[in-house]
């Protein structure tokens, strides 16, 4: 009776069976592409089954929009004609009044036109020019001062500035009476019945040529 023989037969059998269900796991091969996002998986294994599968990419992070804001605007441009004013001053300038009922008055007695300005000498870079290189020079004084009845009207700003309530009141009945529009600054030549006959904003030039401007409303003047 031969034992040895059917005993190494069984040990080579059972090896064969353990590399039998060894050997699928051992050959598979797993191929891995990504494209648009997409990742694919191909594992194919030693008996040539393959297996597929399909899962999305996360997407990559992209930066975020940034915010426009509605208020950026681009920067304001001053006039480069129009000269840096002098410091504003609170006073009433010397021979002007500030009562529109008073200068008509004025105006009707002595038979002269009224010139009424409005300005905003705080805040209106035109208006402070107006008053520098016009209305403050002496030639222009010196021309108006037996041809017209001059009134002046401020509106400024500035809390500091604000003059008193009777003045303001003033300031208000003239302004709706000759400048309900708001317009500053503002020129307005009064007949001396109380008739408007022109209004004109800021005018280049210095008293020569507003001289010139008057003369044209009012040639007798």
């Known amino acids: 009776m031969k034992i040895i023989p059917v005993f190494v037969s069984a040990r080579i059998l059972a090896l064969w069976l353990v590399l039998l269900g060894a050997g699928p796991a051992l050959a598979q091969k797993t191929t891995i592409k990504a494209k648009n996002d997409k990742v694919k998986t191909k594992t194919a294994s030693a008996t040539g089954a393959v297996a597929k599968s399909k899962a999305t990419a996360a997407p990559s992070p992209t930066a975020a929009p940034q915010p426009t804001s509605p208020v950026t605007s681009a920067p304001q441009v001053v006039v480069a004609t129009i000269p840096t004013p002098a410091p504003a ?64 009207f401020d509106f400024p700003r500035l809390k500091k ?61």
């Open 89 to 152: 001053t609170t006073e009433m300038p010397v021979g002007w009044l500030a009562d529109l009922d008073a200068a008509k008055a004025a105006a009707k007695a002595a038979n002269r036109p009224i010139l009424a300005v409005f300005s905003g000498f705080d805040w209106c870079q035109p208006c402070m020019v107006y008053e520098q290189e016009v209305f403050a020079k002496p030639e222009f004084m010196a021309y108006a001062k037996d041809k017209l009845v001059l009134a002046h």
């Open 161 to 221: 500035n604000q003059p008193t309530a009777a003045q303001l009141k003033l300031n208000e009945a003239a302004a709706a009476q000759l400048n309900r529009e708001g317009d500053f600054p503002l020129a307005v030549v009064v007949s001396p019945e109380g008739k408007v006959l022109a209004k004109t904003g800021y005018i280049a030039g210095g008293p020569a040529a507003f001289e010139a401007y008057l003369k044209k409303v009012v040639p007798t003047l």
